[in-house]
Nanobody, 129 residues
Framework: VQLVESGGGSVQAGGSLRLSCAASGYTSNSYCMGWFRQAPGKEREGIAAISTSGGDPFYADFVKGRFALSRDNAKNTVYLQMNDLQPEDTAMYYC????????????????????????WGQGTQVTVS
């Protein structure tokens, strides 16, 4: 399984970016995709996750109302729309995928908090000034 992120860059506070993550190599139509970020000197933290088989996405509290996750199953791509970006959002952003997934939001939240994803992309840098 390969994950390729794109869409990172530098923006001013209040600006927006849309990250994309294209997945290839999956033999199943149902899997989990998530977004994480890691700032220098900090642990990697989960942002959002979604099952490709349906159900609502889960968002971490610190991005609710600002970030939106969507998927295009035909393209095997997940998007993270990030609005009202702030300097504290500066980090390397990673896409992740896993064959085990849930449509239950509470189970998605637990999976995200445990970073329970088997495949990771290389990351894309987001810098907000």
């Amino acid at each position: 399984v390969q994950l390729v992120e794109s869409g990172g860059g530098s923006v001013q506070a209040g600006g927006s970016l849309r990250l994309s993550c294209a997945a290839s190599g999956y033999t199943s139509n149902s899997y989990c995709m998530g977004w994480f970020r890691q700032a220098p000197g900090k642990e990697r933290e989960g942002i959002a996750a979604i099952s490709t088989s349906g159900g609502d996405p889960f968002y971490a509290d610190f991005v609710k109302g600002r970030f939106a996750l969507s998927r295009d199953n035909a393209k095997n791509t997940v998007y993270l729309q990030m609005n009202d970006l702030q300097p504290e959002d500066t980090a390397m952003y990673y896409c992740a995928a896993d064959a085990t997934c849930y449509t239950d939001v509470a189970k998605l939240a637990l999976k995200l908090s445990r970073r329970d994803f088997g495949y990771w992309g290389q990351g894309t840098q987001v810098t907000v000034s």
